[in-house]
């Protein structure tokens, strides 16, 4: 009576429902046939073939999961951050980084627009809107959204530059600073969250919010071969191979730039201005290694571990099995 007082006071909540189910299921199910098993061979020999059986499909399912990377994962890849270095590339703690140029030694973004000539690039970024485009526009209109356009062109990244054109910065030789090449902002997503994330999290750096800076340029280094520009199928078939049988992952390094834009205050209702950079101060330049984690190493440990038990076992009832078949032809020996 005190065991379902006991039941009847457990509240069927989030909170344990899934270790009730669980038991339940262990329970019902594999104690089932350990039941059968037991009545059939004997409490020790059904115990025996019953593990055997559950680390042998441990063994298979594990393995499943460490050929997909599902199940009971590790960690995933990130981008873990080493050194946040403020103005002087040159004075990082990483030696690699010192290899790259400043910003303010560069050309900037509309500079090279307007020295490639580019088709593309000048008619996105060297254009302005006119009136036969927009008739509906007043003149007043008109010159801020022009004075808006030119704004913008004039303060493009050249990670902007080559999302758009990357042929204009690869000839200005972004592709190449001694190993390091110029990524897209489309390419950077993840490594330019990662270093938002860490500039936030550094109340030293001054910044509350990502509005108070303005993300520049991404630059990486290192980390497995790409693919070459407009592969075919043999190439394609030559990198998979390649990458397939590359035992370790080369060193990845990844730095992002950001710099604080000139405060402006919006009046309540009021479309924000475009941010503007702050020219007095310095360019953040947030340096990362990519981490590849550690997703398949627990499924691979459970595969592994499973397997040795399942062998063990398997070797155990192997052992029994000869000593019963000894002990047999003994008796029967005995017996005649």
């Known amino acids: 009576m005190s065991a379902l007082l006991i039941l009847g006071g457990i509240a069927w909540d989030p909170t344990i429902a899934g270790a009730l189910v669980v038991a339940t299921g262990v329970a019902t199910f594999m104690g089932s046939i350990w039941l059968i098993l037991s009545t059939n061979t004997g409490i020790r020999v059904g115990t025996l073939i019953s593990f055997a059986a559950f680390f042998g499909w441990m063994t ?3 393995a499943t999961w460490w050929m997909y990377g599902s199940g009971w994962k590790g960690e995933s890849p990130s981008w873990q951050v080493i050194d946040i270095n403020v103005g002087d590339l040159g004075q990082s703690a990483l030696l690699e980084a010192r290899l790259l140029p400043n910003l303010e030694d560069l050309k900037s973004g509309y500079e090279l627009v ?4 580019d088709a593309a690039a000048m008619a996105e970024f060297a254009t ?3 009136a036969a485009d927009n008739p509906d526009l007043s003149d007043t209109e008109l010159a801020a959204l022009q004075a808006s356009r030119q704004l913008r062109n004039e303060t493009i990244t050249h990670s902007e530059l080559a999302t758009a054109a990357p042929n204009v910065t690869d000839a200005a030789g972004f592709d190449d600073f001694s190993g390091w090449h110029l990524l897209a902002t489309t390419q950077a997503g993840d490594a330019q969250a990662q270093a938002i994330a ?3 999290n550094h ?3 001054g910044f509350t919010s990502s509005a108070d800076f303005k993300m520049l340029d991404t630059y990486t280094m290192g980390g497995k071969p790409t693919l070459v520009e ?3 199928r043999l190439d394609r078939i030559t990198h998979w191979i ?3 049988a590359r035992l370790t992952h080369p060193v990845r390094y990844t730095v992002v730039q950001l710099q604080e834009v000139v405060h402006v205050t919006v009046a309540p209702g009021e479309t924000p201005a475009r941010p503007v950079i702050d020219e007095a101060k310095s360019v953040v330049s947030v340096i990362m290694v990519r981490d590849l984690g550690s997703v398949r190493l627990r499924p ?3 595969s592994l571990g499973s397997l040795f038990i399942f062998i063990a076992l398997c070797y155990w009832l192997h052992v029994r099995d000869k000593e019963v078949m000894a002990r047999r032809e003994e008796f029967e020996k005995n017996g005649s």
């Open 198 to 200: 860490d500039v936030l």
């Open 242 to 244: 390649t990458s397939s």
């Open 114 to 117: 307007l020295e490639s000539g």
């Open 128 to 130: 302005l809107p006119s």
């Open 60 to 62: 298979i399912l594990a």
């Open 300 to 302: 691979a440990l459970v």
């Open 230 to 232: 407009n592969p075919n």
């Open 203 to 205: 109340p030293s750096m």
